[in-house]
């Protein structure tokens, strides 16, 4: 069963982790996490030390927390935002002046995020081609995006992916409407949408008419939420992951799925 912890000093604790697990406004020093803390939500934390070298941390995501001296997971990805930010600080020191510059393009531009509650103003699609023109060959600015993160291997290979996208291309639009589909569950930038197919009866809701969560940032929360009111409204079970409370990022999918097998 995941863990819900709020409000609590976990200092110089030793935490096994559950998937989907949740901390807000948690404090501490030299806290352990270790075991599975993948598809975890962190948010509103303030640690001194945290040590995740022995947690997996697949879709961890983590915003707007106070983390200093971090000990860092070694299957870092991107939703953990303040994890990779602290990533980049740590080999910017020793990059050279022209790889500085690009890299703190990027951190300075997460931190501003996460300070205005802007998430998702920019994300790679953006940063990433932002991060290449500083550069004058394709191959010189991946040698110096995976110096950037130390190696890492998942973020070299988004780099890759997103190096060549348009950067004023927006990465977030809620625009247009969810189109209602004939059956089942769709979602978009702009929120989720469900039919069921015998009886039409529809569902659509925009993502600032969501439930009010109790904990803010708790993707598992919000997915129990969504997932209820749309068995409510249309006699349909249907299964979503959040990839994002704000922004509101999610994947749906049949009954027979489990958030696990959405992720990305």
Known sequence: MRHVLVGQDLSGQTIEGE??????????????????????SLWANDFTHPDWSKARTHRMYSISNTLVDPVLPPDLDDSNIDLLITLFEQHNPALSQERQLA?????????????????????WPNLAPQFAARFPTADAAIDA???AVGGNE???????????????????????PTYIPDGGVATSDWGIAARNPHDRRAYQKHWRDFPVLKHPHDRWELADRLEAEIEKATDQRVTIYVLSVRPWRGIAGGKEQTREELAP
């Open 154 to 176: 998942y973020l070299v290979d988004r780099f890759l992916r997103t190096y060549q996208s348009d950067p004023k291309r927006p990465p977030w639009d809620d625009s247009e």
């Open 19 to 40: 998937p989907f697990s949740y901390l807000g406004r948690c404090t501490g020093t030299d806290i352990k996490f270790i075991g599975d803390w993948q598809f975890a």
């Open 145 to 147: 995006f995976r110096d």
């Open 103 to 123: 890299s703190s393009e990027i951190i300075d531009e997460v931190h501003d995020q996460n300070i205005t509650g802007t998430w998702g103003r920019k994300s």
